[in-house]
């Protein structure tokens, strides 16, 4: 029987048990599915107001839907990553910085990135993903 340790969004060993029960039937054996619903919970960003668990994701485009929706929440903030995005899901193999500086600047007019190049080069330390 899988144990779930007490958290705030489950209340006694029943629910834990349903929770438990319920995670183990909707992944059908996908452990990214439930590391994803469990940390989904752990942040904050789902929770549990009754016996219900139905507002629980049933599958990962599901989980990646709500994580998108959270992390964009309108156009004009996935506007600004859309052609990055883009370029890193299109490559077929890990890209550095600079490879996706040099894809999404590829179509520009040379005399328009040669500024931004030494622009980009003294502000790559700072750039942090997240």
Known sequence: MLEIKT?????????QSNLAHYLT????GCFL??????????EGK???KS???????????????????????????FARVKE???????SLRPMTLEDIWNCV????????TSGKIEQWKSKQPKLILD
């Open 51 to 77: 016996t219900s668990l139905g507002m629980i994701p049933l599958s990962l485009s599901e989980i990646y839907l709500l994580e998108f929706n959270l992390r964009f929440p309108t156009l004009e903030s």
């Open 25 to 28: 039937m909707s992944s059908g």
């Open 33 to 42: 599915y439930t590391d994803m619903v469990l940390n989904l919970f752990h």
């Open 84 to 90: 990055i995005l883009a370029i890193v899901v299109a």
């Open 7 to 15: 958290h705030p969004f489950v209340s006694d060993e029943n629910h």
């Open 46 to 48: 789902l929770n549990i």
């Open 105 to 112: 600047n590829a179509l520009t007019k040379s005399n328009e």
